[in-house]
Each structure stands twice: as structure tokens, then as C-alpha cells.
């Protein structure tokens, strides 16, 4: 595996492969992967000539009150499970490196972004889909791997890519659980024991939710108010952003049946942040 | 000359050419062209294996009150010209084709485009970087053609083209003038003949500007009040949106001299808004 740590030589790589004739699986991260990223980083590396992974904490997709400081680092363990899994290139580069000092240009996916996690956390998916689009000019890929479990930035993820007219498949990947049932994600490692235990609550609700739908029941203020009601009486959860069932495709909360819908959650136990969601076909 | 109407047969014609290991030279226009655009198509032709030109009246470039309605049009002359130009493609996109109803994504370089223009045009650069942006998806050219007369939208490009990681060299090109010194523009096809006359003078006091500077005249503050007053002076002089001696990397205004200056200005001759600037160095 090739470590390569400045955009230039990444891109002149990427380059070399294109005009080789190959095409590039790529699977952009924060680093700190569990098997969530595994998954989408053996789909990458099944489907496509070169497998490029990024790890890149990215800083502007942080809020001042969020938690980029103490995001779990684990560049040892990631480089070791990244070389098991066959990839061609670990793409590793510095903040300087992204930002220079007087960088200044953003892309914003406006409307879809303000909703869910975007009423919570504003200028979240600005950076995501600036260093999403800077990533992409980088590495060139044919194809981009994201995780369902960040259903919202898929959906941003993909009309970023339509809007500007970028030429890459964006590949959504269904969501790795613990065998509790809890998503996976690297935040999940903020949790003490107690609220590990408790943290399932997310996936109890939106199963529960899920299977209500699935019966029949088209009442959705009625089952928003049980998700909400399962949530509430739980001590450890110490905050609710959002819960409810909504439009796949629009991110607007639901009154009424669809083919598809979203259930979906944002909530707080103690000071970590956990999302989750799950598609259900009606 | 092959003219291409629709973005996906763009990128899959450029895609094309890059894998035969092509390089492809591109000028992005809003048409109606004049000789000041021919000698960027013309260095687009000499300096690549591939010469694209684009014809599209961006409509996000306009505010709600310019001049998006009356911008001169001219598909059939323009298209003549090219063709004598031996240029390999024309592309022609539709606004629908380049603006989907649910489109919502956009590129925005912030401060550089704040300044000169960007206060009188609040938005428009925003217009331009989206829309160039896509062009550059689409066509992904190796090298792209911008006239200095459009000094300030050069200097934006290329923030967008460095910031967001874009593998294109931006070729910015002199200022194609009248015989009398007017820059050539396809707003000067707004102007009567009294106001085509009278339109001289901002090329009159950008040239007294820099041959002030260039006589060792360092006191900006005069230097603007001249060329302040050589415009008022002008009976057809409707407005001054701004006229100074300005850094030509900040494009703040300068009190004291640099190696390299840009006396510029915008002036509204009627309802016609004129651009122009020189680079001068001291």
C-alpha cells in the first residue's frame, strides 16, 4: 500500500491510473475505522481496478462547540487494517496541505442541507461537501463509497455530484451494526459502559417504528410520538435533535404513506452525538 | 466543428480525447463574439490537440435587474466565426440542460469576490464560479482562456481552480481594445453613437493613470482624484461604481506603490455598465 500525503502527487497518480485505463474506487474518511468503513472499503476495492482510501479529519465540518479536537485518532491501527484489506493507496494529507492560509472558496448544496442535521448543526455539510469536492478533484474516482448510516449526506453527497456535473457513481452502502444493533461509528468509542448499554435505544426506536410501518399502521404522528416516547424515558439520553419519519428522497417529515420512507433519529447521550436511520419500503 | 448540446455527451467526448492521451485547450463565452474572445479562442487552438469553445448565457451571473434579457445574442455569426477558427468543438448547452428546476448547488469563492465589482454585483461571482464550476466538470479541460479585461473574474478562477484542487492551468489573456482603446465587450453593443464616442474615456484615464505611475507619481490618493474627475467630467457618465489603483493579488485598494499595480475602474455609460483595467508595472 502507498501512503501518499500531498494532493499534487495523489492527483498525478490518479491521473497516471486514468490515462492507464483504469478505473478508481474511492472511500473518503475521517480514519478511526470500524467495520462500517471496512465494508465500504471492500466494496471499493471488489468493484475497481485501484482502491484509494482518505483519511482526513476534516476541520471545517466542525462547529466551534463540536468535538473536532477530541475525534478518536488511530492512523497506526487504520494503516494496518487498510493494508490487510488490499488497498492500492492510503491518501493521508495535512490540514495545511487542504487549507492553505488564505483558502476562501466553499460548495454549498443549499435547501437539502438545511434540514435534519442540518437545522442542528449549521455549516456541517458546507464542509462536508467542499472537502467532498476537493477530495473528488484529487483523487478522480470512478466510483465513491458512503455509508447509509449518514443517509443525509448521501443525499447531499449525490445531488453535489448531479448538480456540478462531476463525473462519479456514488455508491451508498448499507449500514454495519453491533450486534445490539447500534450503528457504527467512530463516535461510539465517547460512550462509557453505562451509556454503550443504553445507546441502543436509537435502533430499538427506529425497529420498532420500522415494523409498525410495515403492519400497516399510516398514522405517522402516532408513531412519532412512540419513537419519541421510547427515546424520552431513557436517563441516559440527554438530548433529542430530531425523530420522526421522513421523505427519502425530500428530507421532509412525513403526514402521510409513501413507497419508501425514513425513519429516522438524532439524538444526544450525554455530550456524543448518535444519528441513525433505516429505509423502509411500504 | 462539432456542436454538442447536452453536458453528458460533453464529458464523454473530452473523456474520449483525455484517454487517447489528448490535452484540451477551453474558452468558455456567453457568445456574441468579438475579437477579443477570437484571440483566446485562438491561443485555445494553437496551444492544445483539442480547442472547445462554449457558448452560454449564464443566467445566475445576473442580478434580478440586468441585463440577462437583452445580453446580445448572435448563435448563427458566432458559430461561423468558429468554424473558421478551426475549432473542434462547440458546445451549446440549453439552461435546462445546465440548470436542472431542483438545482441548488453552488460555488462560492468568498472575499476576492466581495471586493470591486462584487459590491456593485452582489452574487454575480457566485454565478460565475457555479457555472464554471459545471463547464469545467464537463469539459475537463487541460487548459482554460480568460481575457484580463475581466480582471477580477481571472483572479476569482483562479482561487476556485487552486482551492478546490482543480488540474487545469488558468491562461489569462491581454485586453483586446477598439482602435480608439475602448475594450472590446459585447455590452459596447449597448451603446449609441454618442455614448460609443464618449466611451473612450475610461481607457483615456487608465492610460493618463498608468503613465502617471509610470513617471514616478506615487501619490495614489491624486492619481484617483484625477481619474475621478476626467470621468465625472464625461456628460454621457451616468454612475461610477468605483475607480482607483488597486492591488492586482488583493484587489484592495492601494495608498502606497508595489512592483506591480492595476489602475481600474467601472463606469456606467447609460443603462450600459463598462469594465476595464491595465497592469502596470511600476
Sequence with gaps: MEIIRTPRIMRDTSKGHILRGKNIGFVPTMGSLHEGHLSLVRR????????????????????????????????EGDTEKLVKEDIDILFMPDITAMYTEDFSTYVEVEK???????????GHFKGVTTVVAKLFNIVTPTRAYFGQKDYQQCVVIKKL??????????????????KDGLAMSSRNAYLDSTQ????????????EASEMIKS??????????????????????????????????????????????LPAAAIWIGNTRLIDNMLVKT
Excluded: W
Design 161 to 178: 455530484v448531479k448538480d456540478l456535473d462531476m463525473d462519479i457513481y456514488i455508491v451508498v452502502c448499507p449500514t454495519i451494526r453491533e
Design 112 to 122: 437539502i442541507s438545511e434540514k435534519l442535521c442540518g437545522v442542528f448543526r449549521p
Design 216 to 261: 400497516g399502521i399510516i398514522d405517522f404522528g402516532h408513531i412519532k410520538k412512540v419513537m419519541h416516547e421510547r427515546i424520552s424515558k431513557e436517563p441516559v439520553v440527554s438530548g433529542i435533535d430530531y425523530v420522526g419519519i421522513y421523505d427519502p428522497s425530500t428530507l421532509d417529515e412525513l403526514s402521510g404513506i409513501k413507497d419508501e420512507v
Design 196 to 207: 454503550r448499554a443504553a445507546s441502543t435505544v436509537i435502533y430499538r426506536c427506529l425497529t
Design 44 to 75: 471499493a476495492r471488489q468493484e475497481n481496478d485501484i482502491a484509494v482510501v482518505s483519511i482526513f479529519v476534516n476541520p471545517v465540518q466542525f462547529g466551534p462547540s463540536e468535538d473536532f479536537n477530541r475525534y478518536p485518532r488511530d492512523v
